[in-house]
């Protein structure tokens, strides 16, 4: 006589469990993960490696608060990027309150009110559109509606950083609304809250680490670009704190031009400075995350 289990747990772990060629594969795409994993981090390590080495040496107060000088005047020990790291966190802090919340509601009009509309498809056209433009295309795009009429400033600079940053908030945030699972709308509908309610206090509170990572993203790559920040700020060597009037300098140009001088001071100074940009993003992140858990508990 044959005999069967009575332990539904049994055969339901016996369903799960992958077994012969099932487990082999799984397996082998598990090792071949980890191995890609390994392979992303190689690339970044070495540059990590590389910025510290060689820029270690140069950080110190002095450095990070010392007025900056031109890359081809002094050696190593004197001037500092003290200009450079405030008009870094000026421009590229100004430009993330101008594209992150415009960011937001425009995924937000996409993936809840624009629906397969013809607003919410150019919108989102547009933004895949304006993530494949070059950095440099931006800048010259500032400079001619922009520098030519109102001359060179830090409010330039954060406004083609802005452009920058939008298409990647938008995409990145969309994503994330669509991964909120819409039992938990229509559960909000049921207790008779408004589209708007729902959106404020379930679909965004759902979303918010997600939107922050990518927020994050995009502050990331507008804080080390360069190409924007010359046609717009013109790079120079003492600190203005009025982001709206005359130019201005930023980390990214230091380090663009003491990476061309035959200066060892000033490749140096490069190194530093790539090294305190790192700092600032890195510190931003953390920052964000501490944000956003705190953020998510409260919600909860």
């Known amino acids: ?20 060629w099932r487990r082999s594969k ?10 890609a994993f390994v392979i992303i981090l190689i690339p970044l390590a070495f540059v990590l490696v590389t910025v510290i080495s060689k820029g270690a040496g140069v950080i110190s107060w002095q450095f990070l608060t010392n007025g900056t000088i031109p890359p081809n005047v002094m050696p190593v020990g004197f001037g500092g990027m003290g200009a450079a790291v405030v ?47 070059p950095s440099i295309v931006i ?4 400079y001619t509606i922009w520098v030519l009429h109102f001359g060179y400033s830090g409010l330039a600079g954060s406004l083609a950083l802005a452009c920058l940053m939008l298409p ?14 819409d039992s938990l709308r229509q559960g909000s509908y049921a207790l008779g809250a408004t589209k708007a309610r ?20 995009a502050v990331a790559r507008a804080a080390g670009e360069t190409a924007p920040l010359i046609f717009t700020v013109f790079a120079v060597e003492q600190l203005n704190p009025n982001l709206f009037s005359g130019p201005d300098t930023a980390l990214p140009l230091q380090i663009f031009a003491n990476a061309q001088s035959s200066y060892v001071g000033a490749e140096s100074r490069a190194w530093g400075a790539a090294l305190t940009l790192i700092a600032i993003v890195f ?18």
């Open 1 to 20: 006589m044959m005999t069967t289990t009575s332990d539904p747990s049994a055969r339901s772990v016996d369903l799960r469990e992958p077994s012969g």
């Open 26 to 35: 799984n397996q082998i795409m598990t090792g071949l993960m980890y191995l």
């Open 87 to 133: 008009g870094t966190l000026e421009i590229t802090g100004f430009a993330a309150l101008i594209a992150i919340p415009l960011g937001v509601l425009g995924a937000v009009y996409i993936s809840e009110y624009g629906g397969k509309g013809i607003i919410a498809r150019l919108v989102s056209f547009m933004a895949n559109v304006m993530t494949g433009v």
């Open 139 to 142: 800048g010259l795009f500032i």
């Open 168 to 181: 990647i908030v938008i995409r990145s945030s969309y994503e994330m609304l669509l991964l909120v699972p």
């Open 198 to 217: 729902v959106t404020l206090t379930v679909v965004l509170p759902a979303a918010i680490g997600g939107i922050v990572s990518g927020a994050l993203l």
């Open 283 to 300: 510190i931003l992140m953390i920052l964000a995350r501490i944000i956003t858990a705190r953020f998510t508990r409260f919600s909860r």
